[in-house]
């Protein structure tokens, strides 16, 4: 899959309007206000401008854009017509779901009405637009019927029970998309049949029947590709566009001659750390073993094509798993979920001999066979047992000077081991594989500045070069957000932790029974999060006020769609839940946050940038810590004013906003710098809601 443009320096491509076109729209009294009826927003026509000339150009570009500007259409609209143009695709990457959605069902017909009705812009109007996703969440309707084929040897006869609803549900799904599939089907009758393997490819299957090769096709057609930044950072760490065919003097970060838009662009450095690195677990390896045989079951892989020793080979290296992993377990995990490794050799290397000796017999096995399906699905195998080999020695030696390596245990049951490592510093990896590419890369976001300056965000992101533009939002602050700060809740320290809780109860309880309608309660501690909501909850449920919590029943989508519904819910949330939600209206009357958000420094991820930068003399709060904080901060802020009519309050109880130094930073950042300082025995005459 290389792009629309297959051979990118066969000749220079075609002249970009995207520029002039751009002013044009975005003006005053332009095409988007007298097409469209929307209005003129200087700050958006102020970002469409600055990135249209980039991506002329080729250039990277950070523009920070506030709640209301209009950022979508404002990349949206220069991109489509410069793609076009010049025969290239635009790959959009956003970090939330909701996101995505917006872009392809509301900010795209909009691009498509403008293009419609005006006679300029009729050459743009048929743009195509696809969302990419990784190859393991299509259905292969080959593998499919090998499996169905050959169900005697993959499958005990439950399991084909389920393989039979799948393919029941491939005659009528139009997608072959996992989520698509109601229940979920179970994890290793699905390993047998997605996309993600050699036996679906254009030489195994029909193009016209494969879920994965249609996507494939529409992908190639595409002027714009939407993909979220976990799996365009995972695809990057896999290759990127020379994964894809391009050739490494190219310019592309996914396919030929592409160019990108990253916007939710503050999360890019947390994301491209998370995948740049190591995530290898007992529960993967355990499945990557019983793919090829089960003991179980004994059903697999080397049922039909290896035979006694094989199938022993599986069992032996099933042995030395568990042993590699309960040890992990009942040593370097026994105090703790997550323990950072310093030295290596802390388990011996008991899966290596085992694994060594299957990846050899699956050589000679392959080698038994002439080309076609089975040949290739043992190369495969071959190849994912050699990683797995590759990423335990890794792990025990602590293979890379530049990454900080540790284990967790996760899983319902806390029982799942996963070895883990990430670069200590993520902008050499960024500035290498997305601005070195020769193509433009945008960023953009409500929340990139820190102290009102966008550079220590790009020196962190590898972008050092890149022009930096701030707009404010067009929003009415003044008039339309009321910020209170609470005085007197205690300090954050372990001696008055329960009075603290109590003194947060009371506050939350307070604040949200004088607020009409809906609260979304912000917190950093799961721990604090279940406490008050122990002890508010009956006394929302006897006021009949809905109240949610996350990480109850719902996920983060349906919480969001229940509190626009409601009107008057009150939601706790944590980590997630301070970017993202949108939910305008009177529906979110009020954002209280519980504490500032500073991450604790215990995370071997943090633990070792902080050491990183204190090696190099610098200090890890000012350059860390803080900056961190104060992007999230401005993020859970952003979620209470979503559209031009909406107002409300921000309801903010840590007293260190008022005895810390540092205090002054985050209230400066305050879309409303005006604050109403409060304590218990002043907010019922100093706390006033909007009528």
Partial sequence: MIGLRDDPGSAPPPPSHAPALAAKIFAEAGWLQTALRLEHRPQQEEMARAVAAAMQADEPLLFEAGTGVGKSLAYLVPGLIHAIDQSRQLIVSTHTISLQEQLSTSDLPLCRRLFQSTPDLVRYADFKSAVL??????????????????????????????????????????????????????????????????????????????????????????????????????????????????????????????????????????????????????YGVDRALKYLFNPRTKRGLFRKLGGPEAQQLVVDALDASKLFFD?????????????????????????????????????????????????????????????????????????????????????????????????????????????????????????????????????????????????????????????????????????????????????VGFCTERVRGGSLVLFTSYTDMRAIAATLEPAYRTAGRPFFMQGADLSRTELTK?????????????????????????????????RLPFDPPTHPITEAKCEHIREAGGSPFNELTLPDALIKFRQGIGRLIRTQTDRGLVTLLDSRLLAKGYGRLFLDCLPNPEFTSISRETRNKKFIPFA
Wanted: with cysteine; aromatic share 6%; charged share 25%.
């Fill in 327 to 507: 040890f992990l377990s009942t040593t370097l995990l026994a105090p703790r979920l997550i323990v950072r490794v310093r030295e290596a050799g802390v388990a011996e290397p008991t899966l290596e001999g085992p694994l060594s000796a299957l990846h050899r017999l699956l050589g000679k096995l392959a080698d038994k066979l002439e080309d076609g399906r089975e040949r290739d699905e043992l190369l495969e195998q071959k190849q994912r047992i050699k990683a797995l080999q590759a990423g335990i020695t890794e792990w025990l030696t602590l293979g890379d000077q530049g990454h900080v390596y540790w284990a967790e245990r996760g899983g319902r049951k806390l029982t799942i081991v996963t070895l883990r490592s990430a670069p200590i510093d993520v902008a050499p990896a960024l500035r290498q594989h997305l601005f070195g590419c020769g193509t433009s890369v945008i960023c953009t976001s409500a929340t990139l500045a820190m102290g009102g300056q966008i550079e220590p965000f790009a020196a962190r992101l590898g972008a050092d070069s890149a022009r930096a533009v701030i707009v404010k939002s067009p929003f009415d602050f003044a008039r339309h957000m009321r910020v209170f700060v609470a005085s007197d809740v205690p300090l954050p320290s372990p001696r008055e932790a329960k009075l603290a809780l109590d003194v947060l109860a009371d506050y």
């Fill in 133 to 282: 996703v990784g190859k393991s969440n299509y259905l292969c309707t080959t593998r499919l019927g090998h499996a169905l084929a050959d169900r005697a040897s993959l499958f005990a006869d439950a399991d084909y029970d389920e393989l039979q609803r799948v393919a029941a549900w491939a005659e009528t799904t139009d997608t072959g998309l996992r989520h698509d599939l109601r229940p979920p089907p179970r994890p290793e009758i699905w390993d047998a049949v997605n996309a993600d393997s050699s036996s679906c490819s254009r030489k195994h299957c029909d193009c016209g029947k494969c879920f994965y090769q249609r996507a494939r096709t529409r992908m190639r057609s595409a002027n714009l590709v939407i993909v979220n930044h976990a799996l365009l950072f995972a695809l990057i760490s896999s290759g990127g566009a020379q994964a894809n065919g391009v050739k490494a003097d190219t310019r592309g970060v996914l396919f030929a001659d592409d160019f990108l838009v990253l916007d939710e662009a503050h999360t890019v450095p947390e994301v491209a750390t998370n995948n740049f690195g190591l995530a290898l677990s007992s």
């Fill in 562 to 594: 229940q509190m626009r519904e409601l009107g008057n819910a009150v939601l706790f949330g944590t980590d997630s839940f301070w970017t993202g939600v949108d939910v305008p209206g009177e529906a979110l009357a009020q954002v209280i946050i519980t």
